[in-house]
C-alpha cells in the first residue's frame, strides 16, 4: 500500500484481505490522514496502520530506505533527506 502512512487503516482492509503478503510504504514524518469528522478521529478512526504497526512492530517491521528512488522536485537539486525524522 503506498502512502500507507496516509491512508486510514479502515481503507487499507480490502488490499489486506485480498492480497497474500503485504508492504505498508510511506513516511511517517510527511503529512497525516486529513480526517473531517472530528467525532470519528476522537473514536480511534483516524489512525493509520502504518502508525499501529511503527508502535507496535517498530524494530521489527521498519526499513529506512538508503536510497531516494523518486527525483527531487525540480529547483531543489539533489539535497540529502532530513536526520530530523528516522524512526
Known amino acids: 500500500i ?31 490522514p486529513t480526517i473531517m469528522s472530528e467525532a470519528a478521529e476522537r473514536a480511534g478512526l483516524g489512525d493509520t496502520l502504518f502508525d499501529r504497526v511503527r ?10 530506505l538508503s536510497i531516494q528512488y523518486a527525483p527531487p522536485p525540480r529547483g531543489l537539486g539533489a539535497r540529502a533527506p532530513s536526520k530530523a525524522c528516522v524512526p
Do not use: F, N, T
Open 2 to 32: 503506498d502512502e500507507a502512512a496516509m491512508a486510514l487503516e479502515v481503507s487499507c482492509w480490502i488490499p489486506i484481505l485480498k492480497g497474500r503478503k503485504l508492504v505498508l510504504a510511506g513516511d511517517h514524518c510527511q503529512l497525516a
Open 55 to 64: 508502535r507496535m512492530y517498530a524494530k521489527d517491521a521498519l526499513a529506512l
